[in-house]
């Protein structure tokens, strides 16, 4: 079992950054494939990017490519999204979990769910 905790939320203008951290613990970080997921105001959850164990392959939704970036650090235990060109159709809460595959866009394949950090994006 893994325990996954969001941070780096908050409230940015329309163009700005954010980095997003999930820090993980219990079992082997480098064990699962990892992936972050959004859910605006709403609207379904929906996959934003995923990421292999090792981190050499990446995955992302086509409303993000080019503008988000996911990475981890497994000697860090910590999995990251490099958020730019912000828009306020980002605004969500936003979710980190854990697969023991990888690259699946379905939620449904994510055993471990962190309790998400919210994401504001403003005009």
């Known amino acids: 079992q893994v325990q996954l905790v969001e941070s780096g939320g908050g409230k940015v203008q329309a163009g700005g950054s954010l980095r997003l951290s999930c820090a993980a613990s219990?079992?082997?970080?480098?064990?699962?494939?990892m992936a972050w997921f959004r859910q605006g105001p709403g609207k379904e959850r929906e996959f934003v990017a995923a990421i292999s164990w090792s981190g050499s392959s990446t995955s992302y939704a086509d409303s993000m490519k080019g503008r988000f970036t996911i990475s981890r650090d497994n000697a860090k235990n910590t999995l990251y999204l490099q958020m730019n060109s912000l828009k306020p159709e980002d605004t969500a809460v936003y979710y980190c979990?854990?697969?023991?595959?990888?690259?699946?866009?379905?939620?449904?394949?994510?055993?471990?769910w962190g309790q998400g950090t919210q994401v504001t994006v403003s005009s």
């Open positions: 219990g079992r082997t970080f480098s064990s699962y494939g």
């Open positions: 979990a854990a697969s023991t595959g990888w690259g699946t866009r379905s939620q449904y394949n994510y055993n471990y």
